[in-house]
């Protein structure tokens, strides 16, 4: 029910934006974020966006990545820039609606040095 996109092989430095639709089925969320898992790590917060655009980063992506919605459209980017290669990994959108949370499949992303 959430699907993302948007990810790939990119040098460090660069940039790429990943995108997570919702489906109309997942109606009055009251958050959306995305979760980063490195290989062989835990699945980490990297950033969240809530009601009254509310926003918050994990402090290892805060000055690079951007977080944003777009209620009208169910979905939630997340822009990322000066990539680096321990940003690699995959990375999960997720949706609250009352006490369920709803997750993507996860996209992959690879930061080459």
């Known amino acids: 029910q959430l699907v993302e996109s948007g990810g790939g092989l990119v040098q460090a430095g660069g940039s790429l934006r990943l995108s997570c639709a919702a489906s109309r089925s997942i109606f009055s969320i009251t958050a959306m974020g995305w979760y980063h898992q490195a290989p062989g790590k835990q699945r980490e917060l990297v950033a969240v966006?809530?009601?009254?655009?509310?926003?918050n980063y994990a402090d290892s992506v805060k000055g690079r990545f951007t977080i944003s919605r777009d209620n009208a459209k169910n979905m939630v980017y997340l822009q990322m820039s000066d990539l680096k290669p321990e940003d690699s990994g995959v990375y999960y959108c997720?949706?609250?609606?009352?006490?369920?949370?709803?997750w993507g499949q996860g996209t992959q992303v690879t930061v080459s040095s």
């Open positions: 966006t809530a009601g009254g655009g509310l926003t």
């Open positions: 997720y949706a609250d609606r009352l006490d369920l949370r709803y």
